[in-house]
DNA sequence: AACCATAGACAGACTTGTCTGTTTTTTATT
DNA sequence: AATAAAAAACAGACAAGTCTGTCTATGGTT
């Protein structure tokens, strides 16, 4: 499996812009450690904002992908539902961890720029999207818009978790947000 | 009750800072907009970093005043401790919502500015520190443990549903969180 | 020879912060 | 109350650096 160019680029600029920041983060530097030449950048890409899109969404996808094995290594029920919160414990200790890209992205970039707000919006969707369909297979004897709110939840515990997480710098807000979920499954 | 001019530069460039972000607003916008000298500008702040602690001070100092203000004016009880998390129903209406200032600062910060991080630890605290009080007149009976853990949870709901709603620009998640601590203090 | 990717110069527009010198406002003393 | 002294704010040029994005020229591979 070869790796391409443009995913190098991809590659590099995701991890600096998530660890470092967007705007902190500059194009000399990107290339610098791609190893590549400022003229191949963008010919890949024609922007920075065009490169910022990329990196939403692979983190988006990885993410997603990430919290889908997490999940189906977790036995049906509740179990696998409390699971989208466990998966923050390990992603939080793994050291990667620096918040929620979009929320960090989305406070760098100006308010009428809708490209990368559309990005943003689609991968949460996504996301969100994820949540109700295993709170579906999980609780089929909810009602429909019971389910509905419940994955809602989950996923506002999930974000609220991230977010203070990260902000604190400390791991309760997953624990306590566990725990919420917990006993709203009651 | 004068204006001082160090006020003057305070508010503007916390106007600035909060509905634009703090690296995309300039000294040179700051000053234009307060209708001030540059010097005058570094002769109340040292630097760009400095006015950013006072912007954040500043917008703590308010937001707990206004929900100080907002609470009290709520029967005591369990309707108390809800009106933290209602007060963001208005918040998110005024107009002048955007988010959390900490979180949004704190993502355009360098991860090792400790001086920025530090005031935003501080706000938090207190914030913190003033729900836990609210808690302990509020639910007299619980063991303080609990009354901890029920503090900590209200303050992950409201900060949670202040990123979420400022993320999707939409009003469910507050009222999401809200129905969410209803059922927790049952 | 044709084609890429490289290195890096460059333009143009930003940024923060310093400095000079003038003017206004406030404070203190007579 | 009038005048002198001190403090504060003014305008704006300027330095030194940042940034993105374009362009030229060099080198290596097929």
């Known amino acids: 499996m070869k790796v391409t160019t443009k995913d190098l680029i991809v590659q590099t600029a995701s991890d600096l812009f998530y660890k470092n920041g967007y705007n902190l983060t500059g194009i000399n530097e990107i290339i610098a450690t791609a190893g590549i030449a400022k003229a191949t950048l963008y ?27 997490f999940c189906s290594n977790k036995s049906a029920g509740d179990t696998r539902l409390i699971a989208v919160l466990e998966f923050l414990v390990q992603f939080f200790k793994s050291g990667d961890f620096n918040g929620c890209w979009c929320i960090r992205t989305f406070s760098e970039i100006p308010r009428d720029n809708k490209i990368i707000k559309a990005q943003i919006k689609k991968g949460k969707t996504k996301l969100l999207n994820y949540i109700k369909l295993l709170v579906k297979e999980n609780k089929p004897k909810l009602t429909k818009k019971q389910q509905i709110q ?9 974000e609220g978790a991230v977010s203070e997480s990260h902000l604190q710098n400390e791991s309760w807000p997953i624990q306590e947000n566990i725990e919420i979920l917990k006993e709203l499954l009651d």
Request: net charge negative; aromatic share 12%.
């Open 150 to 158: 419940l994955a809602n939840r989950i996923y506002l515990l999930y």
């Open 43 to 69: 010919s890949h890409f024609k922007s920075k904002e065009d490169l910022c899109v990329a990196y939403l969404h692979s983190k988006d996808e990885a993410l997603l992908e990430a919290i889908r094995e």
